[in-house]
């Protein structure tokens, strides 16, 4: 399936088209873009595992995006002269799921007043709620000028393919505001993620907190592991088809717990595993050298990231420690920056996570909709920032170098 868009310019024409799938892309190519000086902004991470040919077209390899489960990939790539110049993840989706920015209400209402909200078009990384690039720029390229290309084949495909809107999701600030200079919606959320402040130990960050609030996640560190329970990490190498079995268990009980049915396969975890499993952490929780909890990050050049977790045995603030402690623990070995444990969660804030602002862009076909999700995204970015200064405010962190124990 292609798109006939093109974008002019001094030079020779960009065309546009939509591809089937990553297996159209070199994995070369499409790395190269993904981690451009052009893709890149000041400070972003210099290697995203999210956006990456490995993760993508495992996915796909694996069945776990699809025409069958509600993903059909058609992929943005931008052309000049049959060399690549640009190139966006893209899907076609008949619903909602798996994309944790949310707009089950806009479909609702859409419906109700006649139209069709499904298909629509969904630029993100499937199930994946990491902010990484979205707009992915050859070397040499002119950001501005790739990206519009990518926008206006985006909504050329969006009008081949009868589709309501346009969903680029997680974006990084500097594609929000391309997108919105394009006329698309800006929408922002929020998540938790852990900073590394220059700490060198865990309890160099420990000493940052009111003692309160120290004292609270000693205990729960101790308590957690005080029925003969051990950690354990595994990365590369290490990992096994036997470490996968035991983690896939997990994963499959939290989701059907969740959400009804995982949104990810067996066959997935085999896939990287092959593929980048020097970008992989699985910390795994044992009791009588028995596995009974996990959970997987992913490695990034300055971040890690937590994404899923599940366990067979219930034990209190094991989560905590499994998800949030470990993964804290291991960036500060590695010097990593930052730790992104995932979508959602108030709770992270008691443990030393901090609010971020998260940044998407939507586009409509029908402009009365458009009209009105634009009024609705004024009132709700409004609310979004003082959710966040409040939640700013309720940092456990000491202030003003006092040991408030009220903090």
């Excluded at 451009?36 to 956006?51: I, K, M, R, Y």
């Excluded at 944790?100 to 609702?108: K, L, M």
């Excluded at 929000?176 to 200079?181: C, G, H, I, L, T």
């Excluded at 028995?290 to 366990?311: H, M």
């Amino acid at each position: 399936m292609t798109s006939p868009a093109t974008a002019t310019g001094p030079e020779p024409v960009l065309q546009v088209r939509a591809v089937p799938g990553l297996a159209r892309f070199e994995a070369a190519e499409w790395d190269a873009c993904a981690t451009s000086p052009e893709t890149l902004s000041a400070g972003d991470e210099t290697f995203n595992p999210f956006v990456s040919h490995a993760f993508l077209s495992a996915l796909e390899e694996s069945g776990c995006v699809s025409r069958r489960t509600g993903w059909l990939p058609l992929h943005v790539r931008v052309e000049r002269e049959g060399r690549l110049v640009g190139a966006a993840p893209c899907y076609l989706k008949s619903h909602s799921q798996g994309e944790y920015v949310f707009d089950h209400a806009w479909a609702d209402a859409y419906e109700r007043a006649g139209g069709s909200y499904y298909p629509k078009l969904q630029v993100s990384v499937p199930f994946t709620p990491v902010t990484g690039p979205r707009f992915l720029i050859a070397p040499g390229e002119d950001p501005d000028a790739a990206a519009s290309a990518i926008v206006a084949g985006l909504r050329a495909l969006r009008e081949e393919t009868e589709a309501s809107s346009i969903h680029a999701t997680f974006l990084r600030e500097r594609e929000s505001d391309q997108a919105e200079a394009l006329g698309m919606l800006p929408r922002i959320d929020q998540q938790f993620h852990w900073i590394n402040e220059g700490y060198g130990t865990f309890d160099d960050f420990l000493s940052a907190l009111a003692s309160r609030k120290r004292k609270a996640i000693k205990r729960e560190r101790r308590d957690a592991l005080s029925p003969g329970i051990t950690i354990e990490h595994r990365t590369g190498s290490e990992i096994t088809e036997a470490d996968w079995d035991a983690f896939y268990a997990f994963y499959q009980d939290t989701g059907a717990r969740k959400w009804g049915r995982p949104y990810l396969n067996r066959r997935f975890f085999s896939l990287i595993g092959e593929r980048m499993a020097e970008r992989i952490l699985l910390v795994f929780a044992r009791k009588d050298g028995r596995p009974i909890a996990g959970a997987i990050n992913f490695i990034g050049d300055t971040a890690l990231y937590g994404r899923n977790w599940g366990c067979v045995e219930d034990h209190p603030f094991l989560h905590f420690e499994v998800c949030y402690y470990q993964a804290i623990d291991f960036a500060l070995a590695r010097g990593l920056k930052r730790v992104e444990a995932g979508a959602q969660g108030e709770h992270k804030l008691a443990r030393g996570y901090r609010p971020v602002a998260m940044h998407s862009a939507h586009d409509f076909a029908d402009a009365g909709l458009g009209r009105a999700v634009g009024d609705y995204l004024k009132r709700e970015r409004a609310a979004v920032r003082a959710a966040i200064d409040e939640y700013a405010q309720m940092s456990p962190f000491r202030r003003g170098g006092q040991d408030c124990e009220d903090s």
